[in-house]
């Protein structure tokens, strides 16, 4: 039996993500889009991404950090070596 309490439908967990990634009026660089109570509810701006509730179970590091790492890991994962570094995507 499905928890309908705690817990919402794929087609509703998949609607923060298209919020984040459409909404260009209302979310910036940044934002953390998610339910609007924590688990349920529709997709809302709850704060910073860096300031989100993931962030208490991982250290917060330094978007240029971060992004280093995703760039370097992913050359390693295609075997390619890209020409421009993060830095000119990082304003």
Not at 33 to 52: E, H, N, Q, Y
Request: charge should be negative; glycine fraction near 8%; proline fraction near 7%.
């Amino acid at each position: 039996m499905a928890n309908t309490i705690a817990s919402m439908s794929s087609d509703d967990g998949a609607l923060p993500q298209l919020r984040a990634a459409l909404d260009v009026e209302h979310v910036r660089a940044g934002d953390y889009v998610g339910p609007l109570f924590f688990v349920k509810g529709r997709p809302v701006v709850v704060g910073s991404a860096m300031k989100s509730f993931h962030h208490l179970f991982s250290p917060i590091r330094e978007p240029a950090k971060i992004s280093e790492e995703l760039w370097s890991w992913s050359e390693g994962a295609i075997g390619w070596k890209f020409h421009d570094g993060p830095s000119k995507l990082i304003a």
